[in-house]
């Protein structure tokens, strides 16, 4: 009897796992967000919308530490600033994202160069060393 209790239980985990695998693809969302790249256990969720339009680069590391969603599972301190290189492998998944993309326009990453200047991701250059002080879009993510 104790055997067959203990065979049933890995039988559920097992299944579990597989489920939660399978809803853990590019483009589905989790956490509020959506998922933009996965290995099947862990990935990187993007936020859904843009949370800044116009911002310097310190208020878009602010926006993304303070950025929450809806859902109380989420705290607001797992979103952050993408860096220059999250948001150039963002970018190979772009497609699959659907109404969820980023605009063609620039954003900020959190990778930086020195206290004057950082790196922003732009589509067709991927990159531009930018002072801090110029406006651009923000899009927070997490880790999963």
């Not at 990187?44 to 809806?70: H, M």
């Not at 969820?100 to 531009?128: C, G, H, M, Q, R």
């Not at 406006?135 to 993510?141: E, L």
Request: hydrophobic residues 40%; proline residues 2%; contains cysteine.
């Amino acid at each position: 009897m104790k055997i067959k209790t203990v065979f049933f239980g890995i039988l559920l985990l097992i299944q579990s796992l597989f489920i939660l695998a399978q809803n853990h693809k590019v483009g589905n969302e989790l956490h509020g967000g959506i998922i933009v790249f996965t290995d099947g256990e862990h990935g990187l969720i993007i936020s859904k919308t843009n949370i800044g339009d116009k911002c310097s680069y310190d208020d878009a590391v602010l926006k993304c530490k303070e950025y929450s969603t809806e859902k109380s599972y989420v705290s607001a301190s797992q979103w952050y600033l993408p860096s220059i290189g999250e948001l150039t492998l963002i970018k190979s998944y772009h497609e699959k994202l659907g109404k969820y993309k980023l605009d063609e326009e620039p954003y900020w990453s959190s990778t930086v160069k020195n206290k004057e200047s950082a790196w922003a991701f732009l589509f067709n250059i991927v990159a531009s060393l930018t002072p801090k002080h110029i406006k651009y879009r923000v899009r927070a993510v997490r880790a999963f």
